[in-house]
């Protein structure tokens, strides 16, 4: 399982945003990094310009200077032949600046002897007369270069606007496509857990599942959000900076493209570590989610029995195991990023010392003033693009193996939903020599044969672990048979999908479930081919509308998480009308009486009369007394059918069937005394 690729895969869903936000990206970058060059430009060109050859000219103009009645300028600023004019210079020796009435023909080390400058080079040597100026005629030299600062300040002001307006939009379109993945990916995670069998969560704690749900898919969030645009920055920021380095000066730019190979090693040296770590954290992390959720769905049981302390302990080891490997990956990424990253950086600047030395700063220096000053500021911010990279690692490798674990739950085997109209059943159910294992060769059902025909009532009893809800979980196909067949009108229900087979089938547990919501979706569960007046007369009819009536509001009354508010009678009426409202043609109550009053299980038993007509129903039950009408009873034991008959048959064969209504009936006799 490739991880990255297939997180590559769901990025394509937005890849027009994404090259979108991508394009504006390079566009700020391409606008920001103009900044140097403008700067060299300004200090090269404006700034030192003014030692730039001059030449004397014979009225004002535009560009001009007056200097001592003569008027001057630029011979770049010049549009004639400049050679036809006398040049001069201006040139700087320590701090001051010194008028030169005549060209110059070499450059070099200059110093000041009286009223000339003497300039060597080697063995070169020139002696130049020289006026020193004043403050207000070195103003007056600079006068024509004003415009030209103003020009390129508000350009760069300009530029940087733009690389505003375009930064601003890049993290709006790129953070909004990655929250748009990410919707998708949990859509398709919560979609998956729909789709895959009962059993998967056998082993699985409900905790588990929701960390996937949140936790990883959030860290996977932040790769999208956070570490993907740091990515794409840094890279396009960096490629930018060695490539305006390479225009400035390319013996010191492949120095420089030194720290490419080795931001390379030390980012796969880092996963290599920062994996292990990781993976363990996010276990650890599942782990907590896990205890947490358990916990609290067992907070009565706990109290009761005075587990606190004992759950405290064992929430605490895991939660000390989570600090240590958090700790220990701090460890790594203090060791591997800011660290690293200071280092290379006081590298970098030392190679830029050495190579330019101490001439740097001098008129014979290999680069001019403003590219050293462009080079010393592109340098400084390729370092911020590689911090930024490198800060994201950790998160990385924390969305990566968080893509892991979704990924492994989304490759798990499931079942599209299927949108297929099924014909109602009659409902004629056929179990021929079924064996079952929930684990391999740990039979819980063995060579279980039997019918149920149209309309008939069949009761399934046995002691605990007898296989009685094994049977309805097969015919459910939340597991699949090892050996025979279960067939539902004559056709194999291997052969149907899972929703095909349960869209005519209703079931009621002995534990009801109620969803967060009210009393009426609770029975419709929001299905629009079941009407309010279906919902409603199912409840009439299983005999919850006394109960109902009392609520504030009536059919629509809230209800929370499982129904907490409801006594279990109350739940388990709704349940069953749940079950009604979808009109199966095949019931199964499973235990569906074992936690309702008696009161309240003569009106379900009195609405089951009228009910069961034309429906095949089975019925899973310890009180023997309210399956005394069944057409069928099937007394199982350690997996296998034991006796089998109606009630008056198996009453008069006195089997296993006899003592355990004899014992029930005893009891209760006991227990009236």
Not at 545 to 564: A, C, R, T, W
Not at 601 to 626: C, N, P, Y
Not at 662 to 671: A, E, H, R, T, W
Request: one cysteine or more; a negative charge.
């Amino acid at each position: 399982m490739n991880v990255g690729k297939r997180l590559f895969q769901y990025a394509l869903i937005y890849k027009k945003m994404i090259i979108f936000a991508l394009a504006m990206l390079t566009v700020a970058v391409a606008a920001e990094l103009t900044g140097p060059f403008i700067a060299k430009k300004m200090i090269d060109n404006h700034i030192l310009g003014i030692e730039k050859p001059w030449i004397q000219v014979e009225g004002p103009g535009e560009d001009t200077v007056e200097y001592k009645g003569n008027h001057y300028i630029r011979t770049e600023y010049f549009d004639g032949d400049a050679s036809e004019y006398p040049e001069v210079r201006i040139l700087q020796v320590k701090r001051d600046y010194f008028f030169i009435n005549e060209s110059v023909e070499f450059d070099g080390k200059r110093s000041l002897d009286g009223n000339n400058i003497v300039i060597e080079k080697g063995d070169r040597k020139a002696v130049h007369p020289a006026e020193e100026l004043s403050g207000d005629q070195l103003l007056g030299f600079y006068q024509p270069e004003v415009k030209w600062l103003i020009y390129l300040s508000a350009f760069y002001l300009g530029l940087l606007v733009i690389s505003a307006f375009f930064t601003y939009w890049q993290k709006y379109v790129l953070q909004k496509s990655a929250n748009g993945i990410i919707q998708h990916m949990r859509t398709d995670v919560f979609g998956q857990i729909q789709r895959l069998p009962v059993n998967y969560f056998d082993n699985l704690p409900a905790g588990k599942v929701v960390s996937r749900i949140t936790n990883d898919t959030e860290a996977i969030r932040e790769l999208y959000v956070t570490v993907l645009a740091q990515f794409f920055t840094g890279i396009i920021y960096i490629f930018g900076i060695l490539t305006a380095l390479f225009l400035l000066d390319v013996r010191l730019a492949m120095i420089c493209s030194i720290i490419i190979p080795i931001m390379f090693v030390w980012i796969i040296m880092y996963r290599k570590y920062a994996s292990k770590y990781n993976h363990l954290i996010r276990q650890r992390l599942s782990d907590l989610n896990a205890m947490i959720n358990e916990s609290i769905q067992g907070m009565p049981i706990i109290q009761a029995f005075r587990r606190q302390d004992k759950t405290t302990e064992e929430f605490e080891t895991i939660n000390q195991e989570y600090f240590q490997y958090r700790n220990k990956l701090l460890s790594l990424d203090a060791l591997m990023s800011h660290n690293l990253v200071g280092l290379l950086r006081n590298i970098a600047f030392v190679t830029l010392i050495w190579y330019f030395g101490g001439a740097s700063l001098t008129a014979t220096t290999v680069v001019s003033i403003g590219v050293l000053y462009a080079f010393v500021d592109y340098l400084n911010r390729l370092f911020q693009p590689i911090m930024g990279i490198v800060t994201q690692l950790a998160n990385l490798e924390q969305a990566l193996v968080s893509g892991e674990r979704v990924f492994r739950l989304l490759d798990r085997e499931g079942e599209d939903v299927s949108d297929t109209t099924v014909p109602r059943y009659e409902g004629n159910v056929v179990f021929d020599d079924v064996t079952f294992a929930y684990k391999e060769d740990d039979y819980v059902l063995k060579n279980i044969s039997f019918e149920a025909k149209q309309g008939e009532t069949v009761a399934l009893v046995g002691h605990t672990g007898s296989g009685k809800s094994s049977i309805m979980n097969l015919l459910f196909r939340f597991y699949d048979i090892e050996h025979g067949k279960i067939m539902i009108d004559g056709q194999d229900i291997q052969k149907m999908t899972r929703q095909d087979l349960r869209k005519h089938m209703g079931i009621v547990l002995q534990d009801p479930f109620l969803f967060t919501g009210t009393l009426a979706t609770n029975v419709s569960l929001d299905d629009p081919t079941i009407s309010r007046e279906t919902v409603e007369k199912a409840l009439r009819d299983v005999g919850a509308e006394p109960f109902i009536q009392q609520l504030p509001n009536g059919y629509d009354e809230p209800v929370i998480e499982k129904g907490s508010t409801l006594s279990a009678g109350q739940r388990q009426l709704i349940s069953f009308a749940r079950a009604l409202a979808y009109n199966p043609s095949i019931l199964i109550l499973d235990e569906a009486t074992a936690n309702i009053d008696t009161e309240t299980e003569a009106i379900i038993q009195k609405a089951l009369d009228v009910l069961k007509e034309g429906r095949t129903t089975f019925i899973i039950a310890h009180r023997l007394s309210t399956i005394k009408s069944a057409d069928q009873i099937l007394v199982l034991d350690r997996g296998q059918i034991v006796e089998r008959g109606s009630h008056d048959e198996l009453m008069k064969a006195k089997g296993k069937y006899f003592q355990m209504y004899q014992l029930q009936q005893g009891s209760k006799q006991s227990q009236a005394v």
